[in-house]
């Protein structure tokens, strides 16, 4: 099943749904050994700088883990095509026009907008307008 790839049936669609928990990113050495088993990453991606973590922040601090700030995650329901194009721009407008920062990590099935904790319900709420 491939995902929709017009802008506006994504947008009509969007359905923003916040999730639950307060996220972090976190970088380690990968050449001190594999991530260690308590630590469970929503997502990784290696940089040169090392292996980059989005965790819960309460994983993070139990392993003595530093990050600079505190975020909640947004869904977008709808099931966008990775070659869907202007949907990480719409989203990523909106919450700039409001001074909010929007870090987006597509998936296959749905893009994910890891926004500050502090203005994470304002973000959904334009999020839905954004849809309406």
């Not at 909106?94 to 904790?117: E, Q």
Request: glycine share 8%; aromatic share 6%; proline share 5%.
């Amino acid at each position: 099943m491939s995902g929709e790839t017009d802008l506006e049936k994504l947008l009509a669609l969007l359905q923003p749904r916040l999730l639950g928990g307060y996220y972090v990113f976190c970088t380690i050495d990968e050449s001190a050994g594999p991530i260690p088993d308590a630590l469970t990453p929503l997502a990784t991606y290696r940089e040169d700088e090392g292996l980059s973590l989005l965790l819960l922040q309460q994983q993070a601090d139990q392993a003595g883990l530093s990050y600079d700030s505190v975020f909640r995650g947004i869904t977008l329901t709808v099931h966008s095509s990775l070659d869907a194009v202007g949907l990480t721009a719409a989203v990523a407008g909106k919450l700039a026009a409001h001074g909010i920062p929007a870090n987006v990590i597509a998936a296959h099935y749905h893009d994910h907008v890891f926004v500050p904790a502090q203005r994470a319900e304002l973000a959904l709420q334009l999020l839905t307008e954004l849809a309406g």
